[in-house]
């Protein structure tokens, strides 16, 4: 809201800048491409130590300039600190975080990609974020809101026939967040959950559940 600049980068607490001319880059291919956002590689320090990731390595090589991503074909929902975005694009939409404790920035990348059409992806280095630093046991107080930016990306994806993201979006739960749901059987997790199914059941058929009995 108290942004003025033409684009938008964001950057967490645990997280820091990489590339010294990532952001410069950034921008003079937004510009050249004509696009509202622009996508970049990702690293992670691992015990001190810089790591590659294969994030965006999918769609541009290194060594290249970079490559226009139609949203249709890349369909993902994580990582919004690899982008930059153009102002206007944000404003024009609304497009904002939501209030939620965890899983807040995947809605907002979502909207903003789709809103986008597609995105100008170059061979740099934006972000890098240190991993290993937090106990995921601390994050359990906040599934709930986890599963609903996770539902809310279900939701959106059913809306927009975006069936290779809801794929993506139902591995996550099951992979990701299947061992804190056993661990944290409260009444507003059923609740989430069975929102969860119902979208899942519209879509799948399947007699498969993600909730449970809270008297279990």
Not at 26 to 33: F, H, L, T
Not at 61 to 90: A, R, W
Not at 104 to 132: N, Q, T
Request: with cysteine; proline share 3%.
């Amino acid at each position: 809201d108290n942004a003025h600049g033409e684009y938008l980068a964001f950057l967490d607490a645990d997280d820091f800048f990489f590339d010294k001319d990532a952001i410069e880059r950034m921008v003079a291919a937004s510009r050249e491409n004509k696009v509202s956002v622009c996508g970049s590689y990702r690293k992670e320090l691992r015990n001190g130590k810089v790591i590659d990731t294969d994030f965006m390595r999918d769609f541009v090589m290194p060594g290249t300039k970079g490559t226009l991503v139609s949203f249709e074909d890349y369909q993902f929902d994580f990582f919004f600190q690899c982008f930059l975005y153009n102002h206007e694009l944000i404003a024009a939409n609304n497009i904002r975080f939501k209030e939620y404790m965890r899983y807040e920035d995947p809605p907002f990348l979502l909207k903003a990609l789709d809103l986008a059409k597609c995105f100008y992806a170059i061979p740099v280095v934006l972000h890098c974020y240190r991993k290993g630093h937090k106990d995921r046991k601390g994050n359990i107080p906040f599934l709930p809101d986890s599963l609903r930016g996770l539902r809310d990306n279900l939701v959106y994806a059913e809306e927009h026939n975006y069936t290779k993201l809801f794929r993506i979006l139902i591995g996550r739960l099951i992979w990701m967040y299947r061992e804190e749901i056993m661990q944290n059987k409260s009444l507003e997790l059923k609740n989430v959950l069975d929102e969860i199914d119902d979208i899942f059941h519209r879509n799948v058929n399947s007699e498969f559940s993600f909730s449970f009995d809270v008297n279990d």
